[in-house]
């Protein structure tokens, strides 16, 4: 598998970054002091806008400061984001630790020099970057803003310059209460945002010294019409300062985070870069050789310099804690602030007509019932990112039946409300067996086909919204299920039969919700559903004499996972409950299901069928020495590799009469080998109670959601 390539093909980026180097090795204590929130260009913000202003021109011709030398370290990540992105974690492609000598002359010379560079690759790709990324921001940016080379964002005004009252509101928000050593520093937040929300602008929080008026901080993203290339979905900026000897506001912090996605094929695929700065060691007025600032402002010193650079670590410890890391907080309270600034719209990545799917599955597959399938897809936004629609369309050869759904959203207030009609497929298990690539080779050449699927067509609605820190989603529809046939034959071997599915229609309702928290140092996922169906049974099914059925059913998953460079823990635990709230039996499609090499390792598949089922999982790995496989210009594999070994169990109570094993408990132990990338898994498993051995090869779980 290739991970795209230069850095004009997906990114974003940031996180913390090395140790702190000697600016304020003062101990800072914010305390915050909330000022209620004053009504947009109040005279007194204003006042204190203009005197901001004012004193930013007059630092850029201070004589006193005629320039300095620091040292900045940092960090650039390169992230791919597979799966619905706000379910999963992104994982680190590329991590860069760079040092650079930074200099700077009245009245606006500046140099950067790197004088040290080192990279991991921890996923195939040949990945570059804009040149401005090896740098830090100075002088708190120029009168008009650039990020990426000028193709990110190229010229937009900065809140602070001289006309920029004319082209911005602001709202006096907060005052903190910032202690130092030998002083304390009043700061206020004033929030800023376009007057003309449809013009390229910033927007975001500006943290002023009370008593001068000296840029503290900036937090900051941008319109929608000021970011220049449309793969981008959000850039978020943070610049901190901090006060040196006593006088200058000079860099101490910086993070940044660009995410992009493509323009023309919507697949649940990004690619994020973060940035991530600490700026120290400074030393004021020293002499300059002019000629220090000819040539490009971001330069590299020559190669035996750079690789007898002397780190403060090993390069490991330069990676994130968490494999799997989070956005940094304080880059995501950005884009979480300029939303309560701005509508929605002025923020809003609108996406013209494209290509979509929600995996590549979409696009083509195999099993037992359609043969091979192709399909295509298509999305597009439009209000300002507030209208969405998507249809897809699939055609199986084999059965020579169309599938498809088509779906129209709309935003209001926080809320999703969606209509939709549908005729497709649903499978009858809780947990996907593995990735549909590997289900497609399986099913096509040795008739090894690991979904059970049943026919729904379905017209409703949704509701969706996020309360409580859950993800929210309510839809009601009325649904027509029908049993499906095999059709398709295999190159060896046979299918076994599909499931027997009821023929039933009627209304139903499904409420899920869904969190992901960081928690003991690694990411916490839970997720839960519930289903209330009243649904009658069409006359004449012989497996039953109900006219009617009625039944709820929830099921309830937790995920654990903590990566490290040299070990990852995973835990996961899956509780289904399916039960009539009524009428008996209960509908084939109803039951739980379980067995296989995710939710039964070391049993057949889905030979556990019951009312009540619970699943547990655990894992612990280690890296093993594995040989590097040379990959040209996209670096080389890494020398090692993970041993996983694992401990399952399976408990069901009230088995159907359809389930190879009784009520009971049903352990398997085995063990799993991770290679090349962590992309490809080997696993087998022993069942301990009327199991047997089982074997797998498949993708990683991170990557099963695009394929």
């Excluded at 602030?337 to 995996?359: E, P």
């Excluded at 809780?430 to 049943?454: C, F, I, K, M, W």
């Excluded at 017209?459 to 309510?474: E, M, N, P, S, Y």
Aim: proline letters at 5%; glycine letters at 8%; one cysteine or more.
């Amino acid at each position: 598998m290739r991970v795209p390539v230069h850095e004009a093909a997906l990114p974003r980026l940031v996180k913390r970054l090395v140790r702190q180097c000697a600016v304020a090795s003062a101990t800072i204590c914010v305390a915050m002091s909330t000022l209620r929130a004053q009504a947009w260009d109040a005279p007194s913000t204003l006042d204190l806008v203009l005197r901001a202003i004012t004193r930013r021109n007059a630092q850029i011709s201070d004589s006193t400061l005629a320039g300095y030398q620091s040292r900045a370290m940092g960090r650039l990540l390169f992230l791919a984001q597979l799966g619905d992105t706000a379910a999963t974690q992104p994982r680190v492609v590329k991590a860069d630790q760079i040092a650079v000598d930074v200099f700077w002359k009245a009245p606006s010379f500046s140099k950067q020099m790197i004088v040290g560079l080192r990279d991991t690759l921890l996923l195939p790709g040949d990945i570059g970057y804009y040149q401005d990324r090896y740098g830090i921001v100075q002088s708190n940016f120029p009168n008009l803003i650039r990020l990426g080379e000028g193709r990110d964002v190229r010229d937009v005004p900065h809140p602070l310059a001289p006309n920029a009252r004319a082209l911005y509101e602001y709202a006096l928000r907060d005052s903190l209460t910032i202690t130092l050593p030998d002083r304390r520093i009043d700061v206020y937040e004033v929030a800023v945002r376009p007057r003309d929300p449809k013009a390229a602008r910033v927007v975001g929080s500006l943290y002023l010294d009370r008593g001068t008026a000296d840029i503290v901080r900036m937090s900051l993203t941008f319109t929608d019409a000021a970011i220049l290339d449309r793969r981008i979905e959000r850039l978020s900026v943070v610049l901190e300062n901090a006060l040196i000897e006593g006088r200058f506001w000079l860099p101490r912090r910086q993070e940044l985070e660009v995410a992009r996605a493509g323009t023309w094929l919507d697949l649940p695929v990004r690619g994020i870069i973060r940035g991530s700065w600490q700026i120290c060691c400074y030393q004021l007025n020293l002499p300059v050789d002019q000629t220090l600032f000819s040539g490009p402002a971001i330069a590299r010193a020559p190669l035996s310099r750079r690789q007898s650079f002397e780190w403060p670590e090993p390069l490991a410890e330069v990676l994130p804690s968490d494999i799997a890391t989070v956005t940094e907080e304080d880059v995501a309270k950005v884009q979480a602030m300029a939303q309560t600034l701005v509508s929605r719209a002025a923020l809003a990545r609108a996406r013209n007509t494209a290509v979509s799917g929600r995996s590549l599955s979409d696009f083509a597959h195999s099993n037992r019932v359609e043969g091979l399938a192709l399909g295509i897809g298509t999305s597009n936004q439009w209000g300002g990112g507030r209208w969405s629609s998507s249809a897809r369309v699939r055609y199986g050869f084999s059965d020579e039946e169309w599938k498809g759904r088509a779906e129209v959203a709309v935003q209001v207030h926080g809320l999703g409300v969606s209509l939709f009609a549908e005729q497709d497929f649903r499978d009858v298990g809780d947990v996907s067996e593995g990735s549909s690539l590997r289900n497609s080779l399986a099913a096509q050449e040795y008739g090894s086909d690991y979904t059970d699927p049943y026919s729904v067509k379905a017209f409703g609605g949704g509701l969706q919204t996020t309360a409580l820190g859950f993800r929210w989603k309510l839809d009601g529809a009325y649904v027509v299920q029908r049993a499906l046939a095999v059709n398709a034959t295999p190159a060896r071997g046979a299918f076994e039969p599909t499931v027997a599915a009821w023929p039933m229609e009627g209304s139903q309702l499904d409420l899920s919700a869904s969190r992901e928290m960081s928690i003991a140092g690694g990411e916490l996922r839970v997720e839960g559903s519930l289903r209330r169906a009243d649904l009658r049974v069409s006359s004449g099914f012989s497996d039953s004499t109900l006219d009617d059925s009625r039944f709820g059913r929830a099921v309830a998953k937790a995920r654990f996972s903590r990566e490290r460079p040299t070990n990852v823990l995973r835990l996961a635990a899956v509780g289904a409950l399916a039960g009539a709230t009524g009428n008996d039996p209960l509908p084939a499609q109803a039951l739980v299901y379980l067995g296989g090499p995710v939710s039964g390792p070391g049993y057949n598949y889905h030979a556990f069928r019951a009312r009540r089922a619970v699943g547990l999982h655990a894992e612990y790995g280690v890296s093993i020495p594995f040989p590097a496989v040379p990959l040209g210009r996209y670096g080389r594999s890494p020398s090692s590799a993970r041993l996983l070994p694992f401990a399952h169990m399976v408990a069901i109570g009230a088995a159907a009469p359809e389930s190879q094993h009784a009520a009971g408990w049903y352990p398997a132990l085995g063990v799993a080998f991770e290679f090349f990338f962590d992309l490809l898994r080997v696993e087998t498993a022993r069942g301990l109670h009327d199991g047997r051995w089982t074997f797998s090869f498949d993708l990683s779980e991170g990557f099963r959601a695009v394929f």
